[in-house]
């Protein structure tokens, strides 16, 4: 599975942006994918994930209630809405697949995208 991210920018503070994650195949349908991102210096961690089917979403509590992970199977694409977005937000965000695993844990990932960086400004 080839992964291709997009949407990434330079935002203000309580801004809004829109994360694409468009798979290669046409089983993406088939994969958990999930959004993880690395801030300069720091580890890269959990954002947003959502099941194969779309009937189950996660997310990391830094983002609850401000991000929104949804996909459009037909489109072989999954969406990351990001809305009232902060300065602690600003970093490459990347999105990966899985078959099966633990959804929170990049180790369990086995397909990557490129990444795509977002900036927030204070």
């Known amino acids: 599975v080839q992964l291709q991210a997009s949407g990434g920018g330079l935002v203000q503070a309580g801004g809004f942006l829109r994360l694409s994650c468009a798979g290669s195949?046409?089983?993406?349908?088939?994969?958990?994918v999930g959004w993880f991102r690395q801030a300069p210096g720091k580890e890269r961690e959990f954002v947003a994930a959502i099941r194969w089917s779309g009937g189950s979403s996660y997310y990391a509590d830094s983002v609850k209630g401000r991000f929104t992970i949804s996909r459009d199977n037909a489109k072989n694409t999954v969406y990351l809405q990001m809305n009232s977005l902060k300065p602690e937000d600003t970093a490459v965000y990347y999105c990966?697949?899985?078959?099966?695993?633990?959804?929170?844990?990049?180790?369990?990932?086995?397909?990557w995208g490129q990444g795509t960086q977002v900036t927030v400004s204070s």
């Open positions: 990966a697949a899985q078959r099966g695993g633990t959804y929170y844990s990049q180790y369990d990932y086995g397909y």
């Open positions: 195949t046409r089983t993406f349908s088939s994969y958990t």
